[in-house]
């Protein structure tokens, strides 16, 4: 028998990265590697990258190390090792260093690096000159079944051509009722600030056949939300040909069976079509939540990122999104300090806030991104500038939040129950609340829940972006969350 070969896998930043994680691990699973979780002791640690900000560049080569002072083979993936390759081994030669064109072979490439064979660190390359963009989304691997896991591989393809459906086997890490469901990678949108399209590529869709059939896998695993992940989810079709595409694979994801909640993420508004407000806002098992990349509200400002919209504009979609569903989740990001920003183009933007009434708002600083145009545009702002903005708005948005979740009070919600916390409380999460990033529901009830479970209940309390609410019927008048913590 082939000796035992244990790998852990750390992952960083987005939800996309957490899908190639699984889908890495599945493949090395697949190929006898015992995969065991981040802290336990392994013969490789491969941390999954981050290199979109320089925050998360800066915890991507701090786990790096971290990892290497465990004297276990460290190998370094993910977007930070395919921005910067050949220039990332030179600066950490402890680690061995793989591009997403090493993905299809991890296993071979983990062998050769717990071995010592050594392959020089690839060069960068702008894959938005490639077709597919990550490997993950090409290759070919045998059905597997892991004992003690549940994996996934897809079906043959459905579309012909280099960047149709794939089989490839995923395997989950947890086991709570959420999952998320990668529908396309890349981006083909130019953003100024934007590195992304550079080293994730240009966009490719998955099929809808190969997407339903990974959702009904999840069904099987347990999941009752799917999170659907890409770089941009309101373009997903277009290179399939059909720009409406999303509004047809919402509500087949919908009436997968098991499946109660369908929630796409990262919508960019130019491209929201009234179809697709249609969809999201009726279609029972698809959340009416629109998670919206307006990243500013001056026009000015919004020009030089190379973005469409305005103020007026935005608060017109808003507004159609309300009046089709008054109690939609709405959240957006927003980058502060643009090369060019102004005290006027703030003021427009504090004033679009307030009157937007975001039920989740993410103010983030401006930083240079290496080989963006707006790392070459001049009227940058002094570092002081941009943090006194940043917090500025920062605690703009937390009053602002604050009072939206407030004005939720005696209104009627329906929360997926993830966790209990005990003495009749259970960790929960509201329509309008996407996983980890919009706060929580606290749901106190004398039933017994289970995850998974979906309760029908109002909203009596809140507390910053956090929600408290009992369920319908429970017998309590609806007042304010001190009530509900005497009763618990």
Partial sequence: MAPSRTVSLVTLGCARNEVDSEELAGRLSADGWNVVDPGERADVVMVN???????????????????????????????????????????????????????????ERLDDARAGRSRPAHAPRDRRTLLPITPVDRAAADDV??????????????????ASGPRIPRLRFGDGPVANLKIASGCDRRCSFCAIPAFRGAYVSRPPEDVLAEAEWLAGQGVRELY???????????????????????????????????????????????GL???????????????????????????????????????ELLSTIRARAPH??????????????????????????????????????????????????DDKLSDEIIAERANQLNQLAEE????RAEERIGTPVSVLVEAERGEGWFEARA??????????????????????????????????VDLTAEPDGAGHPVDTIDDVAERA
């Fill in 400 to 403: 602002l939040m604050a009072q």
């Fill in 328 to 377: 939609a989740g709405a959240r957006a990001n927003f980058i502060v300090g643009f090369p060019g920003e102004t005290e006027r183009d703030v003021a427009e933007l504090a004033d679009f806030l307030r009157e937007a009434r975001l039920d989740a708002i993410g103010i983030f600083g401006y930083s240079d991104e290496e080989g963006t145009e707006a790392a070459g545009l």
């Fill in 49 to 107: 990258t981050c290199g979109f900000i320089d925050a998360a560049k800066r915890e991507s080569i701090d786990t790096l190390l971290d990892a290497s002072d465990d004297a276990a083979t460290v190998v370094a993936a993910g977007c930070m090792a395919e921005r910067y390759g050949s220039e990332l081994a030179e600066a950490l030669p402890e680690a061995t260093v793989l591009s997403f064109d090493d993905y299809a072979q991890i296993s």
């Fill in 145 to 162: 079944h892991v004992p003690g896991h549940g994996s996934f591989t897809s079906p043959e393809p459905s579309v012909p051509g280099p």
């Fill in 431 to 464: 329509e309008h609340q996407a996983p980890e990033v919009d706060g929580a529901t606290l749901l106190y009830a004398s039933t017994p829940y289970a995850p998974g479970d979906i309760v029908s209940a109002t909203v009596v309390g809140s507390d910053g």
């Fill in 228 to 274: 659907l992940v890409s770089e941009n989810s309101t373009s997903y079709g277009k290179d399939l040909g059909d720009l409406r595409a999303l509004e047809k694979l919402l509500p087949r994801l919908a009436e997968v069976p098991g499946i109660e909640r369908v929630r796409p993420s990262y919508l960019q508004p130019a491209e929201i079509r009234p």
């Fill in 277 to 315: 407000i249609d969809v999201l806002t009726s279609t029972p098992g698809v959340t009416p939540y629109f998670d919206l990349s307006f990243q500013h509200a001056a026009e000015p400002v919004l020009r030089r990122m190379r973005r469409f919209g305005g103020s007026e504009r935005f608060l």
